[in-house]
């Protein structure tokens, strides 16, 4: 199999670079609109489809975003993995901003965010002890480094609702409780990405300390300023990440993880939800057709 890496660009990234036959592409879902029309393309031998998380101009705040409409768009694009960029305030006083985290962990905070793609007629458990891809978060890290950047291999994430920023209170809690990074997009997307048998990892551009940092209050404004030095960064990573993926895509645990997640007896299952489902279940779905 061949590598298509989904791009999801958060705040600061609306589009990327370097891309061969590149063409922006409108793609309907069940689930509605997603954020935006993704862009197509290729880098080397890696088929490429940028979504923008936020939309092009950023209309879209964390706490609207169609979460599975993106997912479901960019599966029915072929993906066969996820690379997340986000922005994100640093709760450890070693990630500092400009730097970039590779993320392992997540706690989740968010609050009434469609967060699966499961309802009653097909009831599904997806594991997410670990979750986020190993392989995919390493060529991610080694490409950061490799264009000069200072890169963290591991770091848990806190999503939290927003969209307004943490209390200081929150804040020291939060890294009382050993979180490393705080932002309001990692979940449910790497939740939904699972589901969706999509191996996820997420590179996260430290842009601030957060409020609990001693003089650095948190604002848009200082945040933007470091985004656009860090944007150039994870663009060329994308490049170098390209070009140090092997030309053959072995497989992954996650491609086939709903045959343990999947709970409903054929018989009572809803035709409607299998539908809807129809491009996240692709694959279960002719399995189960031919046994
Ligand atoms: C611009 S600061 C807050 C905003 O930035 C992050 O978005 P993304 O993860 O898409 O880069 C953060 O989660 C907030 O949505
Ligand atoms: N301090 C912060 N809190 C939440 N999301 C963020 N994204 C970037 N910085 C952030």
């Known amino acids: 199999m061949s590598w298509t890496i989904g791009i999801i660009g958060g705040s600061g990234l609306y589009a990327i670079d370097g891309l061969e036959d590149a063409r922006w592409i409108s793609v309907e879902s069940p689930w509605g609109a997603s954020s935006d029309a993704v862009l197509a393309g290729r880098i080397g031998h890696v088929e490429l489809r940028f979504l923008p998380r936020h939309g092009r101009g950023h209309r879209i705040p964390p706490h609207q975003l169609n979460v599975r409409a993106n997912i479901d768009v960019l599966k029915r694009l072929g993906c066969t993995d996820l690379l997340a960029i986000s922005a994100v305030g640093s709760l450890n006083a070693a990630m500092k901003p400009g730097d970039f985290t590779v993320v392992d962990q997540f706690i989740d905070r968010t609050k009434g965010r469609p967060s699966t793609f499961f309802e009653t007629g097909l009831v599904g458990h997806v594991p997410m002890a670990d979750p986020t891809c190993p392989r995919l978060s390493a060529f991610a890290a080694d490409a950061v480094a490799a264009c000069g950047g200072r890169v963290h291999r591991a770091g848990t994430y806190l999503a939290m609702e927003g969209p ?21 997009t990692g979940m449910p997307e790497a939740k939904l990405a699972r589901e969706a048998e999509l191996p996820y990892a997420l590179l996260a551009m430290v842009t601030d300390f957060d409020c609990w940092h001693d003089g ?62 129809e491009a996240i279940l692709a694959r279960w779905l002719a399995n189960q057709r031919t046994g």
């Open 216 to 277: 650095d209050d948190v604002d848009v404004a200082n945040i933007m300023a470091v985004m656009q030095g860090n944007a150039a960064l994870a663009r060329a990573s994308v490049k170098a990440l390209c070009a140090a993926l092997p030309p053959v895509r072995d497989a992954s645990p996650i491609d086939t993880v709903l045959d343990q997640a999947i709970m409903t007896a054929p018989d009572v299952r809803d035709p409607a939800i299998l539908a809807k489902n």
């Open 164 to 184: 307004a920023f943490s209390t200081r209170a929150e804040s020291r809690l939060h890294r009382s409780q050993g979180c490393d990074l705080v932002g309001m």
